[in-house]
Antibody
Framework: EVQLVESGGGLVKPGGSLRLSCAAS????????MNWVRQAPGKGLEWVSS????????YDADSVKGRFTISRDNAKNSLFLQMDSLSVEDTAVYYC??????????????WGRGTLVTVSS | YELTQPSSVSVSPGQTARITCSGD??????VRWFQQRPGQAPVLIIY???ERPSGMPERFSGSSSGTTVTLTISGAQVQDEADYYC?????????FGGGTKLTVL
């Protein structure tokens, strides 16, 4: 059974940093591209960042470029999102989402339950 | 690029619900549809405009015409009440529609 479990969310002050993790199981993690997608309270889904299966390509939304960094450890079946210079607009539930094989990051087919990040003073 | 959805659709149980997603880019890009029940993670219900993942009920179907794709829920059930999002991968960006709240009552 495919499982994605996010962790690392919490309350952080504006300007602060947070590192999210996503633990994957039930599939060959190293074969799949991965994504982060967020959802602000009461709002729709917003793509954040994507990484291909062997980490050779990264794609970021303009809203997070230069502040967020996606990474992965295929040996540990884990995806990460380092979030720096956080602002209140980054408050959201952050979902880890599986993409397609190799570079097909856009073929999202499975989501974790998400972790809540709250940016507030 | 933008994907435009109606903010809400309402049907009675057993009726057919249709949710549209419009955008110029849809003439050249496939759409996926996700269902999100309150407090839950999104679930893939349609990919490549018309394909259903294994195990997805047949009452969910998709169609495409020009710049509009449509999610159809035939014989909508109370448990289908949820938010529905269309989605497309466009030029290294992943694009979501604004979401449609489906009410079944």
């Amino acid at each position: 059974e495919v499982q994605l479990v996010e962790s690392g969310g919490g309350l952080v002050k504006p300007g602060g940093s947070l590192r999210l993790s996503c633990a994957a199981s039930g599939f060959t993690f190293s074969h799949y591209s991965m994504n982060w997608v967020r959802q602000a309270p009461g709002k729709g889904l917003e793509w954040v960042s994507s990484m291909t299966s062997n980490s050779d390509y990264v794609y970021d939304a303009d809203s997070v470029k230069g502040r967020f960094t996606i990474s992965r450890d295929n040996a540990k079946n884990s995806l990460f999102l380092q979030m720096d210079s956080l602002s209140v607009e980054d408050t959201a539930v952050y979902y880890c989402a599986r993409g397609g094989n190799n570079s097909r990051y856009g073929e999202i087919d499975f989501w974790g339950r998400g972790t809540l990040v709250t940016v507030s003073s | 690029y933008e994907l435009t959805q109606p903010s809400s659709v309402s049907v009675s149980p057993g009726q057919t619900a249709r949710i549209t997603c419009s955008g110029d880019v849809l003439t050249r890009k496939y759409v996926r549809w996700f269902q999100q029940r309150p407090g839950q993670a999104p679930v893939l219900i349609i990919y490549k405009d018309t394909e259903r993942p294994s195990g997805m009920p047949e009452r969910f179907s998709g169609s495409s015409s020009g710049t509009t794709v449509t999610l159809t829920i035939s014989g909508a059930q109370v448990q289908d009440e949820a938010d529905y999002y269309c989605y497309a991968a466009v030029d290294n960006n992943l694009l979501f529609g604004g979401g449609t709240k489906l009410t079944v009552l």
